[in-house]
């Protein structure tokens, strides 16, 4: 007999030869049971509520897509509908090749068992447009179509699934749209996406649900604080030359050449993150940069609220959520007019935008910054205006709520 758990949205996930079980959409369930648990037959009203399979990375895992995972299970869809997360990827994982091989063979079978015993009425696939993760999840939607299953493809990145091909073979392009045309939906995340997407296939049916965030309770004070000290630069996320980490650091280099002392933090890992080492020492700003890990939770808010500026000349993106968060903190953001980007800060005057590989624009930016401490705060303020009007988790769940209630 299935049971679910009476601790608030609680998420167990699919794994291996486990079973998917309901995240916890039980808030308004009989209190009187608060210890041991429910089972689903004795629920009438999680049995009224629709099942969504929600397909997607470890939810505990670092990265986007996980963080959009966690924000829909601990919003207010999970109330409103009975979601059941159906892992998929190797995030979160600890396999060796056969592993990851028994996976591959494993897991759509496990799938249609999962729907066998749930009868989802929605599978809500949670995708990127790279090759191997794309054909996976291609899989994932052709079951769901052999089902009967309403489906959401929510494509998380910046390119089609077809950039990713140096030859555009018409086999391939015919086979990548008749893959898309699968989905009843298809989410993408900036207006950059959907004209992209309708560019590449008028038949596709897209919508826009931006990426969104938790924002602070209490407004941000306006930053810089200080008119006299130097300015704190944050850098938020992988440590991959593609976003821009090396721009920032030779930024700092043309600042301090010109006496304009700033900090700047760097959070988060990655495959580049020793050569990003090495090109510290060689600029010699080794006493300015310093590299901060991965931070999450109190310890990442802690920094954001502490710095004064993003930076992120980032050269291709999605939505990303170091720029919400930053925003939503008060941290002005130094960043390229690339994927999604344009999308938030054409809300309000709120950032300086630069061109992307130009450390010079970059130093330019945080100088205005520095020389100006008025125009730095109201920018601040209207950062975290943009984001508590337009990209609160909220607003994502009534997105996603309005989606699900019209198929």
Not at 98 to 106: N, Q, T, V, Y
Not at 155 to 170: A, E, F, K, N, T
């Amino acid at each position: 007999m299935e049971v679910i758990s009476e601790r608030a949205r609680m998420v167990d996930q699919c794994s291996g030869n486990q079973r998917p079980r309901v995240a916890d959409a039980t808030s308004r369930v009989d209190r009187r049971r608060e210890t041991g648990t429910l089972p689903l037959s004795a629920s009438p009203e999680l049995d009224r509520l629709s099942t969504i399979f929600v397909l997607g990375p470890d939810i505990g895992a670092a990265g986007g897509v996980s963080t959009h995972l966690a924000q829909m299970f601990s919003s207010s869809l999970s109330a409103d509908f009975r979601l059941i997360h159906f892992q998929t990827g190797s995030g979160g994982r600890r396999e060796n090749r056969w592993g990851k091989l028994w996976r591959a063979i494993d897991s759509p079978v496990q799938l249609v068992a999962a729907t066998a015993r749930h009868r989802p009425r929605i599978m809500h696939i949670n995708s990127t447009p790279e090759p191997k993760a794309f054909w996976r999840d291609a899989v994932y939607l052709v079951l769901a179509k052999s089902m009967g299953r309403q489906t959401v493809l929510e494509m998380h990145g910046s390119h089609l699934p077809i950039d990713y091909y140096v030859s555009r073979s018409r086999v391939r392009q015919a086979a990548i749209r008749r893959i898309l045309r699968l989905a009843n939906q298809i989410v993408l995340l900036s207006e950059f996406d959907f004209v992209a997407y309708q560019n590449y296939d008028p038949r596709l049916d897209t919508v826009v649900i931006p990426n969104a965030v938790e924002v602070p309770a209490r407004t941000p004070p306006r930053k810089p604080v200080s008119d006299d000290a130097p300015l704190k630069l944050i850098y938020i996320g992988r440590l991959v030359r593609a976003k821009g980490i090396f721009e920032a650091v030779e930024a700092v280099r043309l600042l301090q050449a010109r006496s304009i002392h700033v900090r700047l933090g760097i959070v988060g890992a990655g495959p580049d993150s020793e050569e990003l080492r090495r090109s510290i020492v060689d600029a010699g700003v080794q006493d300015c940069v310093q590299m901060l890990g991965p931070q999450h939770g109190a310890d990442k808010e802690r920094v954001l609220e502490e710095s004064d500026v993003l930076v992120f000349p980032t050269y291709e993106e999605g939505l990303p959520y170091a720029l919400l968060e930053s925003m939503a903190a008060g941290t002005v953001p130094v960043t390229c007019s690339v994927g999604g980007i344009p999308d938030v800060l054409s809300k309000g005057e709120c950032g300086i935008v630069v061109p992307p590989r130009n450390p010079s624009a970059v130093a330019e930016a945080v100088h205005t910054l520095h020389r100006d401490r008025e125009m730095a705060r109201a920018l601040s303020e209207a950062a975290h205006r943009v984001i508590a009007e337009h990209y609160q988790v909220s607003r994502m769940a009534s997105d996603v709520r309005r989606l699900y209630e019209r198929m």
